[in-house]
Each structure stands twice: as structure tokens, then as C-alpha cells.
């Protein structure tokens, strides 16, 4: 069975940091790649970051670079995020989820059960 | 601000069949890029329920089922059931933007 399980969020202040986790099991990690996606109650969901299965490319969407890093430990089985240069608006439900693809785009086809992220002074 | 548009919310009677619309553009759906929807039961994560705009995963009921033309999406949901009652998401790939990107999502009422 796929399991992912994230943890790591909580309550950060404004210009703070935070990494978060996601430890993976039931199926083999270094064959996919990963990715961080989260969600709002204001905005919805935003995908925020795609790693591939060695590392060797990562992919951010426009509000988190240059803040946010995405890296994977094969052997541990895990993703990471690293989140510094904290804002309010990403304060969110932080998504673990595997990727996989169709003939021209790709989709999260397994997700954890979501780890909250809290910016406030 | 997300770039796939769905209505806010539909509803029907069980056994009633709805369907909820994803429109978006020239730079995703319209592009050719597949689209992929998910439901989001309240207080969980979403699942995926269709990918390639009309393929179902194993274990999704055949009741769901998924179309594409132009620039817009449609699921459908047929034999409504009490346990559909959940948030519907779309998701395509947005050339661009350089990003993947989901629809406003559609909250379902049975």
C-alpha cells in the first residue's frame, strides 16, 4: 500500500523558516518523481514544487523561488522542503504527493495526508 | 489565482447525473495538455479520480467519467450517490505559466 506521511508544519513567524517531510513507503521512491503541493481555503490548490527521481531537476512555481528548496534522500526514502523567507499567504495544508504522467501532462496520483503551515506574528 | 475555472458548486437528487465544467486556455487545456480531476471529501486529502482527461484509476466507481474538447473539461458523475458529496478539482499543465495548475474547484451537494 502507498503510504505518505508528512510532518514538520506548525507556526512560524513572518521571515521564518520551517523544513518539512514526507516519508514514503509501498512502492519504490527513487523511480518517481515527487512533489509539494498546497492548499488554501482562499486560494485553492497550488502546485509548488516538482523534483525528479535523482534529484537532478526541480521545478518551482514562480512564488517560491529563490525561497523555497526541494530535495530527496533515495536511501531514506523522503522529500523534503525547505521553506525560509516565510510569508502570511503561505499559510497553507502542505501536500506530499507522487507524480506520475499521461501522454502530455503529469498528475499527482497519491498524496499524504497533509501537514499545516502557519505565518503569523 | 488559479487559471482553470469551475462553477462553484452543483447539485442533484441521488441517482441523478451531473456534470461539472473546466474551462481554461490557449496556454493549458487548449494546448493539447491532458487534464486530471480529483475529489476532496472533507477533512482528507484529494484523490485522484480521473487522469488523462478520461481515464479512471483502479477502484474508482465507472460512474465517474471524463472528457475533454477544446479548451474546456467535463466530469461527469452519473447514479449520483450521497457518497459523491465532496470537492472536485481539475488539473492540467499550463505552458506559460511554466507551472501545473488546478481548477477553483466544484463542491458537490447530493
Not at chain 2, 462553477?7 to 490557449?26: E, K, L, Y
Request: net charge neutral; aromatic share 10%; with cysteine.
Amino acid at each position: 500500500e502507498v503510504q505518505l506521511v508528512e510532518s514538520g508544519g506548525g507556526l512560524v513567524q513572518p521571515g521564518g523558516s520551517l523544513r518539512l517531510s514526507c516519508v514514503d513507503s509501498g512502492f519504490t521512491f527513487s523511480d518517481y518523481w515527487m512533489s509539494w503541493v498546497r492548499q488554501t481555503p482562499g486560494k485553492g490548490l497550488e502546485w509548488v514544487a516538482n523534483i525528479k527521481h535523482d534529484g537532478s531537476d526541480k521545478q518551482y512555481v514562480d512564488s517560491a523561488k529563490g525561497r523555497f528548496a526541494i530535495t530527496r534522500d533515495n536511501a531514506k526514502n523522503s522529500l523534503y522542503l525547505q521553506m525560509n523567507s516565510l510569508r502570511a499567504e503561505d499559510t497553507a495544508m502542505y501536500y506530499c504527493a507522487r507524480v506520475d504522467c499521461s501522454r502530455t501532462s503529469c498528475y499527482f496520483d497519491y498524496w499524504g495526508q497533509g501537514t499545516p503551515v502557519t505565518v503569523s506574528s | 489565482q488559479s487559471v482553470l475555472t469551475q462553477p462553484p458548486s452543483v447539485s442533484g437528487a441521488p441517482g441523478q447525473r451531473v456534470t461539472i465544467s473546466c474551462a481554461g486556455s490557449s496556454s493549458n487545456i487548449g494546448a493539447g495538455y491532458d487534464v486530471h480531476w480529483y475529489q476532496q471529501a472533507p477533512g482528507t486529502a484529494p484523490k485522484l479520480l480521473i487522469s488523462g482527461n478520461n481515464r479512471r484509476p483502479s477502484g474508482v466507481p465507472d460512474r465517474f467519467s471524463g472528457s475533454k474538447s477544446g479548451t474546456s473539461a467535463s466530469l461527469a458523475i452519473s447514479g449520483l450517490q450521497a457518497e459523491d458529496e465532496a470537492d472536485y478539482y481539475c488539473q492540467s499543465y499550463d505552458s506559460r505559466l511554466i507551472a501545473y495548475v488546478f481548477g477553483t474547484g466544484t463542491k458537490v451537494t447530493v
